[in-house]
């Protein structure tokens, strides 16, 4: 499609995956597994969730939503790469790209939103143990997470028709496995400064006010705690958010390596590396941070286990 001498885009192509022939069988079965496993693991902890009564708490109602943000999110980037490594041309049209730039941003907006929440929710609980339920009430949690549902959808449209806006022309290579904003912004033949501005100014909406309230709440957590120390208290705090602490670590951990560094330091390679820790590692990690080192997660599959097999 021509016009003004110039020639637009109409699929790109994804080359962020430097893998040599003889490993790319290999590469491909290991990503697949844990894919898989992405979607098996926070299904099953969705459907827990669902199923016990003994988990529908404030915590495993987010614990949930964290888990279908986590299943969404590995699916808005797995499939087309295992798609790609089995293609000879690893492309992805214009519109396939703006709608995968779409949901990477909602969904990954979500399980940012939705770790502070869960991080509020924490507080809340040892903090304030005898006001948790006026304070964490059903009406509450529900019209927490929509808003943080419309907040996400929103942030994620402004970019993505800002970005609709720009021209592409002539270079359609991106040196990444999925259409992350970075990588488009740097092949646009139009000018960025808006779409630059408005990533800087909502960037720390998004990432950075988020990962200070979470640190905000595990201070005053353990400045209460610590305060009348006991070991019966401190293992509690360490028991009920170790497994809220291992994936803030892992999530914050791999975007402010990535984002927060300057351009100049990062190559290809690192932003492939860290962008697959909390794209693809992270959702997997999760269920089993939250299953392993939760007992109430245990029983409740042990519950639903037997109860399946009393029906039977």
């Known amino acids: 499609m021509t016009g003004n001498n110039q020639t ?11 893998i040599s022939s003889e490993y790319h069988l290999l590469f491909y079965a290991l990503f697949l597994a ?19 009564s003994h988990l529908h708490t404030p915590m495993y109602f987010f614990l949930s939503n964290l888990s279908f943000s986590d299943l969404c999110f590995s699916s808005v980037t797995m499939p087309k790469l295992l798609q790609n490594m089995q293609s000879k041309v690893p492309s992805i049209s214009y519109v396939g790209c703006l709608t995968q730039l779409y949901f990477f941003m909602v969904f990954g907006d979500m399980e940012s939103f939705l770790l502070v929440v869960m991080a509020y ?8 143990p005898l006001h948790y339920i006026s304070i964490m009430s059903i009406k509450f949690c529900a019209s927490l997470v929509l808003l943080l549902w419309l907040l ?8 993505t028709l800002l970005m609709a806006r720009l021209s592409f022309c002539e270079k359609n290579v991106i040196l990444h496995f999925f259409c992350d904003i970075s990588a488009l912004l740097k092949l646009s033949c139009s000018d960025t400064y808006i779409n630059e501005l408005m990533i800087f100014i909502m960037g720390g909406l998004i990432c950075i006010i988020p990962f200070v309230l979470i640190v905000m709440s595990y201070v005053k957590i353990f400045f209460s705690i610590f305060t009348v120390p006991s070991s019966q208290d401190i293992h509690k705090v360490f028991s009920t958010c170790g497994s809220h602490l291992s994936v803030v670590t892992l999530f914050y951990g791999a975007i402010i390596g990535l984002y927060l560094c300057p351009s100049g330091n990062n190559s290809t ?7 697959m820790m909390y794209t693809v590692v992270t959702p997997m990690l999760n269920p089993f941070i939250y299953s392993l080192r939760n007992r109430d997660m245990k029983r409740a599959l042990i519950r639903v286990i037997c109860s399946k097999k009393i029906s039977l």
Request: glycine share 4%; charged share 15%; with cysteine.
């Open 121 to 128: 929710d924490r507080y809340a609980a040892i903090c304030f």
């Open 269 to 275: 390679i690192k932003e492939i590396a860290m962008a």
């Open 8 to 18: 637009f885009i109409l699929e790109f192509l994804l080359l962020g995956l430097p």
């Open 152 to 159: 996400t959808t929103s942030h994620a449209l402004l970019h």
């Open 34 to 52: 844990m894919y898989l496993t992405t979607i098996l693991g926070n299904l099953l902890i969705i459907i827990l969730v669902r199923l016990d």
